[in-house]
């Protein structure tokens, strides 16, 4: 065990805290899994509805913000194992007493997430609203494991206030001046995929931002191309007593154009409630 927190304590003390704006970023990225790569989605065994709110750089005016609501969930038909847990719904007691003896098929065990978040994203005079719309498929690997294939939707519209945007020399800009011809606003689509592979105590993911990224209506100039995004995410689960669990994670993120990012986290769940980290 002191291996363990020994090899954790080096990943939080070399975890990157800068970070170049490539769209919207979350310090506690764990807590907006589904959000970041699509293969999350239905991963929970409830509806899981969140409403997040990060704010950087406080103090300083028109500080990045980035505000999330979101709700993804898993849909299920009622294969036996379900149905024995809800008998009050059958007449027939002998019936569901013979569930536990019938055999559930490889199909059967196949689970479909469905999820939709709204983002919106502020950077001093540049706004981003982004509507995804994710679905993933979970896969029994074995009794214990599983692999979920992930594919997330996104309709993002951008916009820059050119009310906030002071420059020497405008008219020289060539940049400015297309932004002020479109009038700030463009608005593009971006496919991504994603997998996980989850079971017992730990997962592991990997994802692909801006897969494909196409411009639906929009000055050409407004939609750089950031590049194609990579991103893994994996964690682990000790238990270290009853009520206490600890919960280590790590994140890392790369385009073609930023340097790799790497983030790290450590959680303390108390009776599966409350929990507190960094």
Known sequence: ???????LLLIVLEGGLAWGQDNFYYSQYHQTAAVRNPAFTGIDNF????LNFRSQWNGFSDAPTTSTFGINGYLQNETPSILSQYGLRTSQPNYIDSLSRKSITYKQL??????SFVVYDVQGPYEQISAILNYAIHLPLSKTTKMSLGVSTAIINQRYDL?????QYPDEDEFYQSLIASGGKSTKIDVYPGVVVYGGKAYI???VRKLISRPISSDEVIIE???IGQEVMAGIQFTLSDRV???PSVYWTSTNINKSVLNSSLKILVNDKTWAGL
């Not at 065990?1 to 090899?7: D, E, F, N, R, T």
């Not at 509806?47 to 969140?50: A, P, Q, V």
């Open 1 to 7: 065990m002191k291996k363990y927190l020994v090899i």
């Open 47 to 50: 509806l899981d509805i969140k």
């Open 110 to 115: 196949i689970r479909h997430g469905l999820g």
């Open 163 to 167: 009310d906030k945007i002071r420059l």
């Open 205 to 207: 993911s990997y994802s």
């Open 225 to 227: 191309d950031q590049g």
């Open 245 to 247: 669990k600890l919960l």
